[in-house]
Every structure is written in structure tokens, then in C-alpha cells.
């Protein structure tokens, strides 16, 4: 927690994108119970990508190296589900 100039306490970035990723990662997995695990790993990749766009001027360098982390494992997932389609379409 970071303290303002009225004495209020505010949320750091990191806490508030934890909570927007949250809240989006639950609004995902709602959307995606009929749909499948493909769904969900695609709207959280998303989710993560947007974050990071909207946030990138406000972020520090060591935050932005965690979040990239966390979306190249994203994509990482992604590649694998769209290998699984594509064998599945194939055979």
C-alpha cells in the first residue's frame, strides 16, 4: 500500500492489476464452463494481453518482465491448443 498526499490509502499498480486480472480470470471461466478449457486459456490470454497494453506507461520494468513472463507462458498455451485443433481437424 502506497499512502497519498490527503492521507488516503490507495492500492500499488501490481494490486490493482492482480484484482482486474481476478475478476477477469472468473468472468472468463464463467463464459468458457460449456465452452471448454480452449476458451478459457484464449480469454485469459486476452485479458492478460489488454492489461498489459492499458498499463505499460505505469508499470516499472520488473513488472513489466512478470507480466510478460506470465503472457509468453499464455501464448505458449495457446500454441498448444491450436496444435491440438489442428491434429484434431486433420485426423
Do not use: P, Q
Request: aromatic share 10%; proline share 0%.
Amino acid at each position: 500500500m502506497e499512502e497519498t498526499i490527503w492521507g488516503r490509502r490507495t492500492l500499488l499498480i501490481s494490486y490493482k492489476i492482480f484484482i482486474a486480472m481476478l475478476v477477469w480470470t472468473t468472468i472468463s471461466a464463467l463464459i468458457s464452463l460449456s465452452s471448454g478449457i480452449e476458451v478459457l486459456v484464449t480469454l485469459i490470454l486476452i485479458g492478460l494481453l489488454v492489461a498489459r497494453e492499458l498499463t505499460d506507461s505505469f508499470l516499472t520494468k520488473e513488472l513489466r518482465y512478470r507480466m510478460d513472463f506470465f503472457i509468453y507462458a499464455g501464448l505458449v498455451l495457446f500454441v498448444v491448443v491450436v496444435l491440438r485443433r489442428v491434429l484434431l481437424v486433420l485426423s
